[in-house]
């Protein structure tokens, strides 16, 4: 018969991530941040990537998006922690209109 699988806290596994994702939050809003954790830990490249202590949440951006080093790097030293997340698109303002 198997066991019960145990529940995992994020919050307790992986502190700095979380740290890190409320101030993204703080930043760029909870919908906004929200939506790029659900959708990357649903699959989709190229929104959300963290790594800490050997715990690993999200997709990793795609080889060819600007941060693929930095990800690549941060695997290869073992960082203790690397957070990743899109920058939200900010419009353009032109002749004070966005």
Same mark, same amino acid.
């Given at each position: 018969? *198997?066991?019960?699988? $145990? $529940?995992? %806290?994020?919050?307790?596994?992986?502190?700095? &991530?979380?740290?890190?994702?409320?101030?993204?939050? $703080?930043?760029? *809003?909870?919908?906004?941040? %929200?939506?790029?954790?659900?959708?990357?830990?649903? !699959?989709? #490249? *190229? +929104?959300?990537?963290? +790594?800490?202590? !050997?715990?690993? @949440? *999200? &997709?990793?951006? #795609?080889?060819?998006?600007? /941060?693929?080093? +930095?990800?690549?790097?941060?695997? @290869?030293?073992?960082? &203790?922690?690397?957070?990743?997340?899109?920058?939200? =698109? /900010?419009? =353009?303002?032109?002749?004070? $209109?966005?």
């Amino acid at each position: 018969m *198997g066991q019960a699988a $145990k $529940k995992v %806290n994020l919050r307790e596994d992986m502190p700095e &991530t979380a740290a890190w994702v409320d101030q993204r939050r $703080k930043e760029w *809003g909870v919908p906004y941040v %929200n939506d790029c954790i659900r959708r990357a830990i649903a !699959g989709e #490249p *190229g +929104l959300f990537y963290a +790594l800490e202590r !050997g715990h690993v @949440l *999200g &997709t990793p951006f #795609p080889a060819t998006h600007p /941060v693929a080093e +930095l990800q690549h790097q941060a695997v @290869l030293k073992g960082s &203790t922690f690397a957070g990743f997340m899109a920058e939200p =698109k /900010v419009e =353009k303002v032109e002749d004070g $209109k966005a």
